[in-house]
T-cell receptor, first 119, second 114 residues
Framework: AQKVTQAQTEISVVEKEDVTLDCVYE???????LFWYKQPPSGELVFLIR??????QNEISGRYSWNFQKSTSSFNFTITASQVVDSAVYFC????????????????FGQGTILTVHP | ETGVTQTPRHLVMGMTNKKSLKCEQH?????MYWYKQSAKKPLELMFV???????ENNSVPSRFSPECPNSSHLFLHLHTLQPEDSALYLC?????????????FGPGTRLLVL
């Protein structure tokens, strides 16, 4: 069975600090996709990034960067120079890509990490 | 226009009421989803529709009844709910149903069952 663990329930930082959100996953499949979503107070989950299991290259997008390490089954998310607008709940999710599997295509979400950035 | 819209945004209902949640996507997607988000629990997938056909019912009680008249609209009909059904109900859509396809979410309907 698939599982996503976000061990950090809540993180509080001061503006301009860097912050890393941890995500550890479990799956038996060799082909899968990992996602990060942001849920601001307005409620909707905003898609941030998708990574497939064969691409371990780290990615940077502005102040956001992602570190995918297959050896440790982790897909961590770092926000550099955090801002108040980054305050939200962040979810890591896993999608099984093994065709025919019972969990194919379904997103398994972690519990989420509540990030609060203080001015 | 916002990609995925949901109405109403807030709903309070008694256990004997019947109400419906509506979701509309303006992204030209072919798959739509209902999720339930309860406090301190991960998001739970409830239903999946792919090209208007229901492909997933994740052991959801029959007091929740989905309807997908076309690829752009998704409804969740509610009747005889219980207080533990109080939650944020999120609708999502994706280009198609597949592992690599990102899902795009609406703002949710916050439901309170009294």
């Amino acid at each position: 069975a698939q599982k996503v663990t976000q061990a950090q329930t809540e993180i509080s930082v001061v503006e301009k600090e860097d912050v890393t959100l941890d995500c550890v996953y479990e799956t038996r499949d060799t082909t899968y996709y990992l996602f990060w979503y942001k849920q601001p107070p307005s409620g909707e989950l905003v898609f941030l990034i998708r990574r497939n299991s064969f691409d371990e290259q780290n990615e940077i997008s502005g102040r956001y960067s992602w570190n995918f390490q297959k050896s440790t089954s982790s897909f961590n998310f770092t926000i550099t120079a955090s801002q108040v607008v980054d305050s939200a709940v962040y979810f890591c999710a896993l999608s099984d890509a093994s065709a025919g599997g019972t969990s194919y295509g379904k997103l398994t979400f972690g519990q989420g990490t509540i990030l609060t950035v203080h001015p | 226009e916002t990609g995925v819209t949901q109405t109403p945004r807030h709903l309070v209902m008694g256990m004997t009421n019947k109400k419906s949640l509506k979701c509309e996507q303006h992204l030209g997607h072919n798959a739509m989803y209902w999720y339930k988000q309860s406090a301190k629990k991960p998001l739970e997938l409830m239903f999946v529709y792919n090209f208007k056909e229901q492909t997933e019912n994740n052991s959801v009680p029959s007091r929740f009844s989905p309807e997908c008249p076309n690829s752009s609209h998704l409804f969740l009909h509610l009747h005889t709910l219980q207080p533990e059904d109080s939650a944020l109900y999120l609708c999502a859509s994706s280009q198609d149903f597949g592992a690599r396809t990102a899902q795009y979410f609406g703002p949710g309907t916050r439901l309170l069952v009294l």
